[in-house]
Structure formats: structure tokens, C-alpha cells
């Protein structure tokens, strides 16, 4: 349960934070929205003082029925946001969320350490690749479609069973080419329903079985909103109790917009015993 950043082996025996980092300006939480380097550093610099142990950089919003943005724009959006992070916190592990290799391939160079895709390789051929001849940690998520398409995948004969079968191909895929250090993520809120995201939270012991860690990303998504009838903004309390149900079933990364509060459930999840 650990994996190289940049020579760094970090133990996922006992769960970490990712927060969460974005240089667009549609994601569907206004927050995490920060379109300056100054925004940026100053939240990168809070996170990891409230104890986040990566920052994960997007510059495409993958929210469902998102503007499709060039490859080109994306680049510009998060190579200087990686290069002034790198700079200020050098000791900081920085992960790229794209689906596109040259993206990612770009960001490593700049200074990111691993690489967050929604899409496992599916939007892009040569992603493994990259990923592989980089010899970084690569997140993989279950996803259908596109971000523009997904909201209308969602139809399954058996969920869990399915998603665990999708990994288990992606991951000896992965492995054929030398990618060492993997992490699946179960990908809540993508061709997935309300009800569907809460089957899959509950049975997410169950990716155990894959052998590699597990990230989940559930913090403020519109399951926990709707479900409370809430607003993103008011969702912090659901996302905190979702976020302790991840740990209690496995999860050994919480991907959230905020950082502390994760922390705090880790902190406390660990004094217990199961």
C-alpha cells in the first residue's frame, strides 16, 4: 500500500488527503474555482498546513454536460499553477487531472508527480504510455462516455460487479506496460445515478479485492446535495459523513475541496477499531 512520488514513498496504510485544485472557471463547486496564481498559492499553501498529502491540479471541468476545452488551453491553465507550486512548496506532491497525455506529460515536466484520469486511458491511447515511461502513480476511475455524455451511461445489470470487472482489465493493462503504483477510483457521480453512488459506497469493500488502493472523490457532489436538498456550498457537512463511510469501507485517499475537515475524520476514524 505505498507509492513513489518523485522518490517519496508514501504509506496509504493509513488514508490521506488529496485536495483539490481548480484553474477552470465552471467547475461545479464556485470555491474551489481559482483562476490566479496568487488564489492558487494561497490555497495550496492552506491545504497543506491543514494536512492535505497531495494537491490535485485540474484545468478541464469534467462536471456532467461540461464545455469541451482545447488541448492547448488546458496547458495553459495548469503549467504555470503547477511550475508556481512546485517553486513555492517544493516539497509538495502535485497530481494532474486530465484525460490527455500530452497534458500530463507536460504538467510531470513542470513538476507533477503522478497523474489523475477520469477516463483510465479511455479518452486517450496513449496515456499508459506516458504514464508508463514517466514511471509515475496512476489514478484510474470508472467512467462511461465523456463529461459531456456520461449523465446518460448509467444503465447497469449489476454495478459493483461491473465496475470491478472494468478494473480488473484496466489494471492488467496497466501493469503489462510497467505502471507500478495504481490507484482505482470507483468515480462517483460519473454514469452514475444518486441511488447507484450510494450502492457503490456501500459496497466498497468489496475493491479490496483489486489490490490497490482506493480514492474516493464524493466531497460536495450533487448525491449529497440533492439528497439534503441543499446547495454545493452547504454540502460540507454531508461530504464529511460520506467522506467517514469511504474510510470505514477501505478508501485510502478522500479527494475533497476541504482539507481539514478530512483530516479530522481520518484522525478520528483511526482511534477506533472494526
Known amino acids: 500500500m505505498t507509492i513513489n512520488c518523485k522518490g517519496n514513498l508514501i504509506d496509504l496504510a493509513s488514508p490521506k488527503v488529496m485536495g483539490i485544485l481548480n484553474t477552470t472557471p465552471d467547475s461545479f463547486y464556485s470555491e474551489s474555482r481559482k483562476t490566479s496564481l496568487s488564489a492558487l498559492l494561497t490555497t495550496a499553501e492552506e491545504m497543506l498546513e491543514q494536512g492535505a498529502t497531495f494537491i490535485d491540479i485540474g484545468g478541464y471541468s469534467t462536471r456532467p454536460g461540461a464545455i469541451d476545452i482545447s488541448e492547448t488551453e488546458e496547458i495553459e491553465r495548469v503549467v504555470p499553477a503547477i511550475e508556481a507550486i512546485s517553486k513555492r512548496f517544493p516539497e509538495c506532491i502535485i497530481s494532474i487531472d486530465t484525460f490527455r497525455s500530452k497534458v500530463a506529460a507536460e504538467a510531470l515536466e513542470a513538476g507533477a508527480a503522478m497523474v489523475n484520469d477520469i477516463s483510465a486511458g479511455n479518452l486517450d491511447e496513449n496515456m499508459l504510455q506516458t504514464v508508463a515511461e514517466n514511471k509515475v502513480p496512476y489514478v484510474m476511475m470508472h467512467m462511461r462516455g465523456t463529461p459531456q455524455t456520461m449523465k446518460d451511461l448509467n444503465e447497469y445489470e449489476d454495478l459493483t460487479q461491473e465496475i ?47 489490490n490497490v488502493p482506493i480514492l474516493a472523490g464524493l466531497s460536495r457532489k450533487s448525491t449529497i446535495y440533492k439528497t439534503l436538498e441543499c446547495s454545493a456550498k452547504e454540502a460540507l457537512n454531508g461530504t464529511t459523513v460520506l467522506n467517514t463511510m469511504a474510510i470505514a469501507n477501505g478508501a485510502s485517499i478522500l479527494r475533497v475541496h476541504d482539507v481539514k ?7 478520528l476514524m483511526s482511534q477506533l477499531t472494526f
Open 164 to 210: 470491478l470487472f472494468y478494473f480488473s482489465e484496466k489494471i492488467e493493462a496497466a501493469r503489462s506496460l510497467g505502471i507500478n503504483d495504481i490507484i482505482a477510483d470507483p468515480g462517483f457521480g460519473f454514469s452514475k445515478d444518486i441511488s447507484q453512488n450510494f450502492e457503490l459506497l456501500s459496497n466498497l469493500k468489496k475493491f479490496k479485492n483489486l
Open 261 to 267: 475537515e478530512a483530516v479530522e475524520s481520518i484522525k
